[in-house]
T-cell receptor, first 114, second 117 residues
């Protein structure tokens, strides 16, 4: 079974400040890891993914995440946030084999303060 | 860029009524999914569908739910007798043919907000 924990339900941050959104997971099998973003009244947009190789992955809109196998974490970071980054961010995993169903965390609402 | 489209964007239904949520996946995709998100909660997997049959389903997907690909383009989720707790945002997703060793990401629609009165 898979589970994803996002420790922070809300993260307020000032514009141009750095941000880190935390994600930890547990799984009995190897997984792929993802971050999705959800803007108000919209669907889920893939920010970035970790499949294999380098543990530091870069995504769209200047976001990056680092996979840490020993700590079973996949934290999302951005060095300087913009107002437009205000959204809900979901960490997700899927087993490497099977139907690739996604298992999501509870989400973190990032609010960028001008 | 091709998109997954869902209709309607908002559906209001009386408790006990049947409801059908519609999705048009990206045209060359072969795997289809439904997820739901109850207000303020996480996105939860409901069901995956491939080759005209259910691949996997979660505990949420009980006998009240069914899925169908009636005409080769639409992918529908039916709830037979809706309950108040079915109120949620329902997301459809699709992904292309699997290639061994290469993950194919899921593309999501904008969702249908289902409100049960």
């Amino acid at each position: 079974a898979q589970s994803v924990t996002q420790l922070d339900s809300q993260v307020p941050v000032f514009e141009e400040a750095p941000v880190e959104l935390r994600c930890n997971y547990s799984s009995s099998v190897s997984v792929y890891l993802f971050w999705y973003v959800q803007y108000p009244n919209q669907g889920l947009q893939l920010l970035l993914k970790y499949l294999s190789g380098s543990t530091l992955v870069k995504g769209i809109n200047g976001f990056e995440a680092e996979f840490n196998k020993s700590q079973t974490s996949f934290h999302l970071r951005k060095p300087s946030v913009h107002i437009s980054d205000t959204a809900e961010y979901f960490c997700a995993v899927t087993p490497r084999t099977g139907a690739n169903n996604l298992f999501f965390g509870t989400g973190t609402r990032l609010t960028v303060i001008p | 860029e091709p998109e997954v489209t869902q209709t309607p964007s908002h559906q209001v239904t009386q408790m006990g009524q049947e409801v059908i949520l519609r999705c048009v996946p990206i045209s060359n995709h072969l795997y289809f999914y439904w997820y739901r998100q109850i207000l303020g909660q996480k996105v939860e997997f409901l069901v995956s569908f491939y080759n005209n049959e259910i691949s996997e389903k979660s505990e949420i997907f009980d006998d009240q739910f069914s899925v169908e690909r009636p005409d080769g383009s639409n992918f529908t989720l039916k709830i037979r007798s809706t309950k108040l707790e079915d109120s949620a945002m329902y997301f459809c997703a699709s992904s292309p043919r699997k290639v061994t060793g290469i993950y194919q990401p899921q593309h999501f629609g904008d969702g249908t907000r289902l409100s049960i009165l």
